[in-house]
């Protein structure tokens, strides 16, 4: 099982990012999946999940009505589209998926929300 995200970057506040987190190695569409992130000093918390065919999603209070979690199970991708950022909003985000014997993590990729 291999989970890639990609995406981060530096971006100004107001700005937008879309994370994409490429699965691998298991059926990804038998299964939900969902972002995380974790600021420097901070632990990691849960920003949204999504079930396995994109039906429900599911959002942390400080990111809805901003943040976006979709899926292509064509493509074994998910996606995090991020729009109207904050520097509170800084953090590696990582993408997770639980299959019931193991879970998994990605690496990581950063986002960064400064001036």
């Known amino acids: 099982v291999q989970l890639v995200e990609s995406g981060g970057a530096l971006v100004q506040p107001g700005g937008s990012l879309r994370l994409s987190c490429a699965a691998s190695?298991?059926?990804?569409?038998?299964?939900?999946m969902s972002w995380h992130r974790q600021a420097p000093g901070n632990t990691r918390e849960l920003v949204a999940t999504?079930?396995?065919?994109?039906?429900?999603?599911n959002y942390a209070d400080s990111v809805k009505g901003r943040f976006t979690i979709s899926r292509d199970n064509a493509k074994n991708t998910v996606y995090l589209q991020m729009n109207s950022l904050k520097p509170e909003d800084t953090a590696v985000y990582y993408c997770?998926?639980?299959?019931?014997?193991?879970?998994?993590w990605g690496q990581g990729t950063q986002v960064t929300v400064s001036a």
């Open positions: 190695g298991f059926t990804f569409s038998v299964y939900g």
């Open positions: 997770y998926t639980n299959l019931g014997h193991s879970a998994f």
């Open positions: 999504i079930s396995n065919l994109g039906g429900r999603t």
